[in-house]
């Protein structure tokens, strides 16, 4: 699998809040960081994506995918694990403004 192709991506503004995570399953932490992505998505008129991690993480993707679906609505794609700065780099060819949710470990990875 591969990062979410350019192509792929439709904007509805020019700005996204984006939320990434294993949800290897989905617990409330994930559900606060969605909640606020939320929140600050229809504060700033924004999109709002969900992304899912490809990691190994015992739960096949695909299941997790649509219990993230099911949870907390269709704004959901997959991400290769691994690959954040590659995502990131894809979305900002589409996007004005974007705006990342995390848990304190993905910091790192961000900077």
């Known amino acids: 699998?591969?990062?979410?192709a350019e192509e792929e991506i439709k904007p509805?503004?020019?700005?996204v809040v984006i939320?990434?995570?294993?949800?290897?399953?989905p617990t409330l932490a994930?559900?606060?960081?969605?909640?606020?992505?939320s929140?600050?998505?229809k504060?700033?008129?924004?999109?709002?994506?969900?992304?899912v991690s490809d990691g190994d993480t015992g739960i096949p993707l695909?299941?997790?995918l649509q219990y993230v679906k099911t949870l907390f609505g269709d704004t959901v794609a997959p991400y290769k694990d691994g690959k954040v700065l590659d995502?990131?780099?894809t979305l900002s060819k589409k996007y004005k403004d974007l705006t990342v949710i995390s848990s304190a470990d993905k910091a790192p990875l961000l900077q």
């Open 62 to 64: 695909s299941s997790r």
């Open 43 to 51: 504060q700033n008129g924004s999109d709002r994506i969900i992304f």
């Open 19 to 25: 939320v990434m995570g294993r949800f290897n399953p």
């Open 30 to 37: 994930h559900e606060s960081q969605i909640i606020l992505a």
């Open 87 to 89: 995502l990131i780099k």
């Open 39 to 41: 929140k600050t998505a």
């Open 12 to 15: 509805r503004s020019p700005s």
């Open 1 to 4: 699998m591969n990062t979410i």
